[in-house]
């Protein structure tokens, strides 16, 4: 399979960054594109929603982001929670922006993956996804609804990377960058206004959800925040959704309800709930 490290420049002056992708890739975006050019038109929130189901049983892969030195990667071919859900939503933009293209899509990529949407080192990567969610709504390509929808305040205190530096091959390899995932971390934990509906109060809420949500599992993992991502999916009345399941490994609408999931999977303790913001 051929690698190509090509240049995909930002049409609002960013610095472009070296890309990480396959012939492969390209040609799954443009297939996307062309098998969704009839529902560009869609609210967002369905539009995300057709996406990941135009995923579906795409296989599951964990550590594609890895790569040294840091660039973006683009892989469609095999996601993780985290890949599916940034895939989609800058899939969805791309296709209803004035000018879809694999270059828009690595473009919209870098922006959602990225503080500020720029690639200097490792710790540019927002890989905590509370930091994920805060600097996506300060870019305004997001909106924590968890609060509106019915969840209560919520304290997170994150540490797990700076306590744990040998699960993380950047981090063994430059120690150097350690501090400021530190500093980062303390941001993190220190603010305020977050909130999650706990997992008892899951079910009642479903109704207040909407397709193409992003639903956030929150965990009771010591120094982590958020386990796992998936993408509301309503049928009826059933509140649902898809994911990239480690378990199936693939890209799967899951049969248990959401209330149900977050019950079943022991280290859960609630939701928090995203909205992706339509774009002019």
């Not at 690639?119 to 509106?148: A, C, V």
């Not at 958020?226 to 999916?233: A, D, E, N, P, Q």
Request: glycine share 6%; hydrophobic share 35%.
């Amino acid at each position: 399979m051929l690698l190509l490290l090509c240049r995909a420049g930002d049409a609002a002056g960013q610095v472009p960054a070296s890309v990480h992708c396959t012939q492969e890739d390209r040609a799954i975006v443009d297939r996307y594109l062309q098998a969704m050019k009839t529902k560009r038109s869609f609210p967002l929130g369905e539009l995300i929603t057709e996406t990941a189901l135009f995923f579906l049983g795409t296989p599951y892969a964990a550590a594609t982001l890895e790569k040294e030195p840091e660039q973006l990667v683009v892989n469609l071919r095999e996601m993780d929670c985290t890949t599916l859900v940034e895939t989609c939503i800058a899939l969805a933009h791309t296709l209803q922006s004035g000018k879809p293209s694999f270059e828009t899509y690595c473009r919209y990529l870098q922006r959602l993956r990225y503080r500020d949407g720029l690639i200097n080192d490792y710790t540019d990567r927002l890989h905590y996804f509370s930091d994920w969610i805060y600097e996506n709504e300060r870019k305004g390509l997001m909106r924590d609804m968890t609060r509106q929808i019915g969840g209560k305040p919520h304290r997170i205190n994150v540490s797990l990377m700076s306590t744990h530096p040998e699960s993380y091959p950047q981090l063994k390899s430059h120690p150097q960058w350690l501090e400021a995932i530190r500093r980062k971390e303390g941001e993190i934990s220190v603010r305020q206004g977050y909130a999650m509906i706990p997992e008892a109060s899951v079910a009642d809420c479903g109704d207040r959800m909407k397709n193409g949500d992003i639903a956030c599992f929150v965990t009771r993992i010591h120094g982590l925040d958020i386990s796992h991502l998936g993408f509301i999916y309503r049928k009826g009345k059933v509140t649902g959704f898809i994911h990239a399941s480690s378990s199936a490994r693939k890209v799967i609408v899951e049969p248990r309800s959401l209330a149900q999931y977050v019950e079943d999977i022991r280290t859960h303790i609630g939701l928090m709930i995203v909205r992706p913001e339509e774009q002019d």
